[in-house]
């Protein structure tokens, strides 16, 4: 680990295997920033690798089998084998082999560092946190798990001390990370392969939110039933947020117009104005307020806060519109896990004058494994015309046998959700929404995986004049 290493500054020439994830070619941006030469390999050529080309990186697509880079420092994803070549090369010769997690943490340091972590919402609150202290002149570096439009980035370099990093909890990765403060936005069953059960799920983040010093506080959303019960283990001070009664920071009067959202803002029981935000869902609301929050413990005026947050334009693949075509819109969302489907679709019931079709790519063979019934009711519950399951997108995970979309459909139909079906194949999927669509429909992909280029086959078919039924 980097800690126990010389200083980031003493190395010249970093090099990235993975590069091509979000989490890593923003590490790689980063460095690139800092005067560093960076080298990388990616199994696949992305918008991501060719952007970082076009700022200085040198980027190898595919891992070399024979040699290696020539760095003095090796950066690698948690998708990399250990058996990985470059990996092995590096290693043998001494070179200094780091996860991204443990550069991240190396960076976080030096400075003044707000850590976001939560099974839900941290990408969409570490995002309005660094857009409000942009707004507020601290000049922030920021590390977020998606591209920021207002940035054109997920990375940000700025010249003050002030970082705002998202913390992943994925195999422990935020354990690394050196925050001022902290805030925990839901506390969830995920990673279930890694963990193996809740209890250990609730004493990974009550270690993360002890790493802030004994005399800072952390902020923490009230209103998710497992920060409410890890709430008592965390010997620090605690700022409230949510639209409970209780919560320091909270919202009253809420709002759901269309695709949007807006409530009255609360802090310490004091009116301090009206938010109104071009987001759909009560969850952009209680990101909001994990913000709110943010903004109020570092005395930035809650007027400035409210214009950044009325300003906030999302984040790539975090409920994106991509475009309508032939009386169709197509909006592509992150949610993979059963809670964040809900509250996605949730986001929707302001949304009137649109029939609903669906289509969720589970993600990871383990989670499907594991949440099948979750998602199944999930689905179920769903008050869209239509649901499409496709196949798993496996990601870093071997198939499981037996694993496999229509579990999920399975789980459904025996919930009552006669309106959700399988197709495993993209292209059929993309077959099938060309007949079932008809103008002023709004389409929906969910998942973490490539499901997003499904809507935009079908945005790209539509516009091409393909009949849509």
Known sequence: MIESSPPLSAFGRIHFIGIGGIGMSGLAEMCLKHGKKVSGSDLYRSDLTDRLCVLGADIRIGHEDTGGPEADLVVYSAAVSPQNPELRYARERGVLTVTRADLLGALTRPGHTIAVAGTHGKTTTTAMIGLVLMAAGFDPTLAVGGMLPEIGSNVRTGQSPWMVVEADEYDRSFHVLAPM??????????????????????????????????????????????????????RRRKI????????????????????????????????????????????????????????????IPVSVAIEALAGYKGVKRRFEIKGEARGVLVIDDYAHHPNEIRATLDGLKGVKDRRVVAVFQPHLYTRTRDFTQDFGVALAEARVGRVIVTDVYGSREAPIAGVSGAMIVEAARVAGGTHVSYLPGKQEVVETLIDLLEPGDLLLTLGAGDVDRIGEATLAALRDGKPTA
């Open 240 to 299: 409230e947020y949510g639209f409970s009664e209780k919560a320091e920071i909270r919202a009253e009067r809420i709002a759901l117009k269309g695709l949007s959202c807006e409530a009255d803002l609360y802090v310490r029981g004091r009116f301090s104005g009206r938010l109104h935000m071009e987001r759909p869902g009560k969850h952009h609301l209680l990101d909001a307020l994990g913000a709110l929050a943010i903004a109020d413990l570092l005395e």
């Open 181 to 234: 403060t902290s805030v925990i936005t839901s506390v969830d069953a995920d990673h279930m392969e890694y963990y193996g059960s809740q209890q250990a799920i609730d004493e990974a983040f009550a270690f993360f939110a002890h790493l802030v010093p004994c005399d800072h506080p952390i902020v923490v959303c009230i209103d998710d039933p497992g920060v409410r019960r890890i709430a008592p283990a965390l």
